[in-house]
């Protein structure tokens, strides 16, 4: 039986795996209330890798991006890992399968050795969730890059959790970059 996790790299994914997270966004954001979305007009970054996490049927049921990047907190350099695009398809949602995407994504931050901490943006809605599986919300500022200008990213929430080093709450962080 295969694992419920996969961690893979992006671009080793397989046509199937591809046509799979198609699916799995379709569900979760479906085109008509996608289309209103204010954070259509930002501009994100694309992950790295991924954890998806399967449900009993073998699924694709949840999903986890997962970014690395070299950043700033406070003007000094710190490797920073990234969550973003979590989605879990509505039929499987309350079950944990994000949460055991998210787990997998903090084990992979601590593999790599170099990871300073953690970060995700979200909506207020979801400030509880995260907190429950260990993430602190940073009540600094947040630069991220948007169409070639350093602006504050303002849009969602921000937290930290932890991996090598303490996670900020507060400060600058510069992802030097756009946000995931």
Known sequence: MAEPTALDRI????????????????????P?????????????????WCVRVRAEDRAVASYVGISLRDAQHDGRPVRIGGIGGVKTHP????????????????????EQGDVGFALLVCGPHLITYYRRLGWREFD???????RGETVAFTFN??????????APERGTIDLLGPPW
């Open 140 to 146: 600094g500022r947040l630069l991220v890059q948007q």
């Open 11 to 30: 671009v080793d994914l397989t046509e199937a795996d591809r046509d799979a997270l198609h699916s799995l966004s379709m569900a979760v954001y479906p």
């Open 157 to 166: 929430r921000i937290m930290t959790h932890g991996i090598e080093s303490e």
């Open 32 to 48: 008509g209330p996608a289309t209103d979305w204010p954070g259509r007009q930002i501009e994100w970054a694309a992950a790295d």
């Open 91 to 110: 039929a499987a949602r309350r079950r944990g399968l994000a949460s055991l995407g998210i787990e997998r994504a903090v084990q992979f931050f601590h």
